[in-house]
């Protein structure tokens, strides 16, 4: 019930297209839902974040769409760059600092 | 840089050998976590300390790890008796909390291998 699920493992997406990430989860007590990319060598960052209580939320070229009822979040990435080739973690929290990771998605964009 | 800092960021050991990391925190943040981090994987919890004092340990951290946070500013994180399956990244963050979530900020980690 603490799984979070992450497809797809990897993904290559060229220049300028939109990259998708998704994630499930089953705890319905979490309410907090963070995206983090990782660059090899280097920690995780935060990206973007949502709570429960929106559908959407979008930051620049990042947008994170929710479906409560289906328990399922997403990462979309317009206009995708080399430079966002990195690995994404979707995570899931319940207002705490004990957040469950997802298995990653290695993310290519093709010049 | 007012990041994470974290210190050693390799180190290469053998097995049986003890190793220490540490971790600086960004200054205004009183919350430290340490999390391990293996290949293909996402980051999974270890600890957790708000100021000095240790709130919470993951079943993952077994008798021969020990954490500190002297004086709730920097923290190290103690290995003894290093086994094979000890080899992660070791990711340390720090956090501030931002309307009731914790936003959290990850160093670059110190990747532990145990030959």
């Known amino acids: 019930q603490q799984q979070v699920k992450q497809s797809p493992q990897s993904l290559i997406v060229q220049k300028g297209g939109i990259s998708i990430i998704n994630c499930a989860y089953e705890?319905?007590?979490?309410?907090?839902f963070p995206w983090y990319q990782q660059f090899p060598g280097k920690g995780p960052a935060l990206l973007i974040a949502?709570?429960?209580?929106?559908s959407e939320k979008k930051e620049g070229r990042f947008t994170i769409s929710f479906n409560k009822s289906a328990k399922q979040f997403s990462l979309h990435i317009m206009d995708s760059q080399p430079g966002d080739s990195a690995t994404y973690f979707c995570?899931?929290?319940?207002?705490?600092?004990?957040?469950?990771f997802g298995t990653g998605t290695r993310l290519k964009v093709l010049a | 840089d007012t990041g994470v800092s974290q210190n050693p960021r390799h180190k290469i050991t053998k097995r049986g050998q003890n190793v220490t990391f540490r971790c600086d925190p960004i200054?205004?943040?009183?919350?430290l976590y340490w999390y391990r981090q293996t290949l293909g994987q996402g980051p999974e919890f270890l600890t957790y300390?708000?100021?000095?004092?240790?709130?919470?340990k993951s079943r993952l951290l077994s008798d021969r790890f020990s954490a500190e946070r002297p004086k709730g500013s920097f923290s190290t994180l103690e290995i003894q008796r290093t086994e094979q399956g000890d080899s992660a990244m070791y990711l340390c963050?720090?956090?501030?909390?931002?309307?009731?979530?914790?936003?959290?900020?990850f160093g670059s980690g110190t990747q532990l291998s145990v030959l």
């Open positions: 949502i709570r429960p209580d929106v």
């Open positions: 705890n319905t007590a979490f309410d907090y």
């Open positions: 300390f708000q100021n000095e004092a240790q709130l919470e």
């Open positions: 200054s205004e943040h009183n919350r």
């Open positions: 995570a899931a929290g319940q207002g705490t600092y004990k957040y469950i």
């Open positions: 963050a720090s956090s501030f909390t931002d309307s009731g979530n914790e936003k959290l900020f």
